[in-house]
């Protein structure tokens, strides 16, 4: 069964899918946190984290990711909350949220639900096509200091 049948399966016995995304390198207490709050807004909670190469576009640094993707995919599939762990290769999720058009669109809130102007960095990707399709999209607070990037400078000041 692919994965768009299992999501069509999901939505007949009447769930809500709920979608994020990330790199999810290094796991830490803020991206449960996240994780937890996104998926309240439904009953499947799907999250798409970005490829290794992908992730090397990001420009996040030069030994990133740390975690390859199945490791990080492992690691997400083995959290409660979360019932589908995709990977995607393309540079944002665009792709991935047309093909499964989830009820709910769900980022962190150092993103703007109201932006809609795709060269904004406060712009949610695929927002506005989730929206036409009667979805809707919500932010959840961030913990703040609790990054990968600040988990990594705290460690390792030396790395750039």
């Known amino acids: 069964m692919s994965i768009l049948d299992t999501i069509e399966n999901w939505r007949n016995e009447g769930h809500k899918i709920v979608f994020t995304n990330g790199v999810f390198d290094i796991l830490h207490v803020g991206h449960i946190h996240c994780l937890e709050a996104a998926s309240k807004f439904g009953s499947k909670l799907i999250v798409a984290i970005n490829d290794d190469e992908s992730v090397r576009r990001l420009n996040k640094g030069p030994e990133r990711p740390i975690n390859s993707e199945e490791d990080r995919a492992m690691v997400l599939t083995a959290i409660n909350c979360v019932d589908l762990v995709i990977i995607f290769s393309e ?12 009820d709910v669109l769900v980022k962190g809130n150092d993103y703007d639900v109201s932006c809609t102007d795709t060269s904004d960095p406060k712009y949610i990707v695929g ?9 809707k999209v919500q932010t959840v607070p961030l913990l703040p200091g609790h990054s990968t990037t600040n988990i990594l400078k705290s460690r390792y000041p030396l790395l750039p």
Do not use: Y
């Open 127 to 135: 927002s506005n096509e989730v929206k036409k399709n009667g979805g």
């Open 91 to 102: 540079d944002t999720p665009l792709e991935a949220i047309e093909a499964i058009n989830p």
